[in-house]
């Protein structure tokens, strides 16, 4: 299995709902990341987990919770969401954090906020 | 540096066409380089790497050059094809004061590939 899969793959969510965004795999990389990607943009990194620890948090405001229950799962909890934050959210792991070697993405899950 | 702007580079091609694709990076620090392909509601695709240590890597259809002495990064595709067409990013890990990655992958601003029949 060489692949990254996110669940839902598009989410339509009101600015006082809770929801989660899952990413899932199972190639024994020990780094995962979430990315958050606006239209024509690059993605830009939100978090790291590195061995089921966050390691790095981009200034990501609060309403963005990520969690990583296992070594092959990342959620992002989201919670009173602005409009401003509908984007495509990318899921993504790698060997380790050390190097990134093997850094693989998700089809990612296209969010819009209402 | 990056673009500010809403609008990205673009290369328009024919079918057949070797087709090359730059980027230019700032981090003097990096030593790992990947080139994404992106296509339409889509996840960055991995397409090739590449480590500081080499200054050329092929794959199929694909080589990526590096020069270190001008921070410079190239995609050459041969015989592009129309599924080519979409966007390509450029991507570095991204290394701290002390040498340390955390495994950040910072991107360039893209190029829109456009290939057609």
């Known amino acids: 299995d060489t692949e990254v899969t996110q669940t839902p793959k598009h989410l339509v969510m009101g600015m006082t709902n809770k929801k989660s965004l899952k990413c899932e795999q199972h190639?024994?990389?020990?780094?995962m990341y979430w990315y958050k990607q606006k239209a024509k943009k690059p993605p830009e990194l939100m978090f790291v987990?590195?061995?089921?620890?966050?390691?790095i948090n981009e200034s990501v405001p609060s309403r963005f919770s990520p969690e990583c229950p296992n070594s092959s799962l990342l959620n992002l909890h989201l919670h009173a969401l602005q409009p401003e934050d509908s984007a495509l959210y990318l899921c993504?792991?790698?060997?380790?954090?050390?190097?990134?070697?093997?850094?693989?993405f998700g089809s990612g899950t296209r969010l819009t906020v209402v | 540096g990056e673009s500010v702007g809403l609008h990205l580079p673009t290369l328009s091609v024919q079918e057949g066409d070797n087709s090359i694709i730059n980027c230019a990076y700032s981090?003097?620090?990096?030593?790992?380089f990947i080139w994404y392909k992106q296509e339409s509601g889509k996840g960055p695709q991995f397409i090739i790497d590449?480590?500081?240590?080499?200054d050329k890597r092929q794959g199929q259809r694909v080589t990526v050059l590096l020069n270190k002495t001008v921070k410079h990064l190239s995609l050459q595709i041969a015989a592009t094809q129309p599924g080519d067409s979409a966007v390509y990013f450029c991507?570095?890990?991204?290394?701290?004061?002390?040498?340390?990655?955390?495994?950040?992958?910072?991107f360039g601003q893209g190029t829109i590939l456009t290939v057609h029949p």
């Open positions: 991507a570095e890990i991204s290394h701290n004061a002390g040498g340390t990655s955390y495994g950040k992958l910072t």
């Open positions: 190639m024994g990389h020990r780094a």
């Open positions: 987990y590195s061995y089921e620890k966050l390691s």
């Open positions: 590449i480590r500081s240590n080499m």
């Open positions: 981090n003097s620090a990096s030593d790992y």
């Open positions: 993504a792991s790698s060997q380790d954090a050390g190097r990134g070697y093997g850094y693989t």
